[in-house]
Structures are given as C-alpha cells and as structure tokens.
C-alpha cells in the first residue's frame, strides 16, 4: 500500500535531475536529486528530519573529496527543493495533433494490416483470419520499424572522409551503409544528398556516398570514436560528427529512398579481404535486383 501511494504521488509531481545536477557541476550524477525528492514525496520520514539525515550522510561520504563537493550536493539537495513542483494532469486530452503513421503508405499491405499493429502493441486485436496460413512471415519487415530513440545522431562530411569504412564494420545496428556509382545516377538526387568521388585511381567518374538510417540509430557514437578523419583546420571535426536529429528527420528520409535507388555494387568487382571493401559490398542496405553491370572500381 506504501508503495502505491509513493507510486501516485511520484505521478504528479517532476523534476530535471539531469539539468539541476549539471547546474552546480554534477553532470550525470543524479543520486543525490531522487535521493531528495523520493523523502520529500513519500512522507517515510518528516521533510525536515529527512533532509537532515540526508545533508549528515553526504557529508560523511564525501569527506574525503573536499568541501567543495560537500557543498555542491548541499546546493543540489536544496536546488532539488526548490524546482520540486505539482505538474496538474488533465481529466481529458487536449491536444490538437496526432501520432503520425509507424508505417509509410507505400509499405506492403501485410505490413499496414498486421505489422504496424504489433508495432502499435494492439496485436491482441488482429483477427486470426489476417496471419498467413503455415506462420510464415515476409521477410524484411523489420526495415519499417523506425524506433527512433536517438536525439543526436551521425552526420557524415563528405570532404573529410577516407572512404576506410571502419565505420559501417563499427556500428552494431547496421545503419551506416555505403555505396560507389557513376556520377550520372545524381542526375535526380535531391539537394541534400551528399557525395564524395571514390577513393581510388582512375574512376573520375564515379562516386561515393556513404548514408546514415538515422531513425534506426540509437546515438551510441562509436562511428565517431573509430573515425580516424580529422579536420585540418578544425582538430576538433571528424568526417562524423553527432548533431541534433530532429532538423534531418525529413531531409534524410529523401536522402535513403535515393540511396535505396542506386544501382547495388557488383559484389565481384568487391575485395572482401579489406575493410573499405568490405564496406562497399552493400551486404543488408537492399532487396532489389542488381542493376546492370557498368565499369565500377575495384574497391
């Protein structure tokens, strides 16, 4: 019953640890705020003689640390105090907009009827008569479930990559892929679609594009760890650099169907005893069919 009622109370009630812990330079330790804010809401202890105890407990745990960072988590103990407020839920929803589609309308229709559902958590609500008769799912339906948990995420600058492709071999959701093409199959790409020539002799022709699914990504950064381009006039910029999501969401989305639309790289002209070649052998970005073959690198 205690817990349930803590539980209620915590409902109604918010604070951004995360920005009071960075205000008096505690980035990422959060403890000592929820600490704070589970005695002052669940009413264990009185307010008063709980803030104490609290204040006594982190003076004798950070003794040995200073005075300093005594005091930052007195200061944090009572910027919790402060921030600590009743947000008023209402009976009904106002809002006037909607949830978009988890699916594109160009999505396979078992996908719309039945996929989209699970996706939704409403898979109680499919009617029998809708699964495939022996079980069997289609493949790749997985590639319409656009989770989108990162709020940074990888941007690629084309005049500062090597083209290695330690990147898409690093990445442990396969949402960096790459690709090479004769520069004619830009003749409908949009403005945003970024391109490099390819890192090898003799093809002035051809191109080199290296795309990010970012509404896969979760923001993990290690493309960005394992890069080794940088910048020569900025040390500090890599040819992957993380940036806010949200401005690229629709750019990006134009950006991968073009990508999709290249021509996929003839797996035979491709060394696989390299890293970059590996990279360009376009393993799990498509389901289409080779286009026809054309004078490509070997990578």
Known sequence: MQRQIIKKRLRFFVIDASKAAREVGLRGRTNTILQTCFFTLSGVLPRDDAIRQIKESIRKSYADKGEEVIHRNF??????????????????????????PLVPASAPEFVKTITAKML????????????????????????????????????????????????????????????Y??????????????????????????????????????????????????????????????????????????NIACFGSLPVNDRARVDFATVCGVHSSNRSSSFRAPA????KPRI
């Not at 200061?75 to 978009?100: I, N, Q």
Request: glycine letters at 6%; a negative charge.
């Open 120 to 179: 939704e958590g409403r898979g109680d609500e499919i009617p029998v008569s809708l699964m495939p008769v022996d079980g069997t799912f289609p493949s790749g339906t997985a590639a319409y479930e656009k989770r989108n948990v990162a709020e940074i995420v990888p941007l690629w600058d084309p005049d500062i990559c090597v083209q290695c492709g330690q990147c898409s071999l690093v990445c442990p959701h396969a949402v960096i892929r790459a690709k």
């Open 75 to 100: 200061r944090v103990v009572d910027g919790t105090l402060e921030r600590l407020h009743e947000v008023k839920v209402p009976s009904e929803a106002t809002s006037a907009w909607d949830r978009g």
């Open 292 to 295: 026809p073959a054309v004078a």
């Open 181 to 254: 093409y004769h520069a004619t199959e830009l003749k409908h790409a949009p403005a945003s679609f970024r391109s490099a020539p390819v890192n090898v002799r003799g093809f002035p022709d051809v191109r080199f594009s290296l795309q990010f699914y970012i509404e896969d990504c979760t923001g993990c950064g290690l493309c960005v760890e394992i890069c080794p381009a940088y910048s020569l006039t900025d040390p500090e910029r890599k040819a992957i650099n993380m940036v806010a999501k949200l401005p690229l969401v629709e750019a990006e989305r134009e």
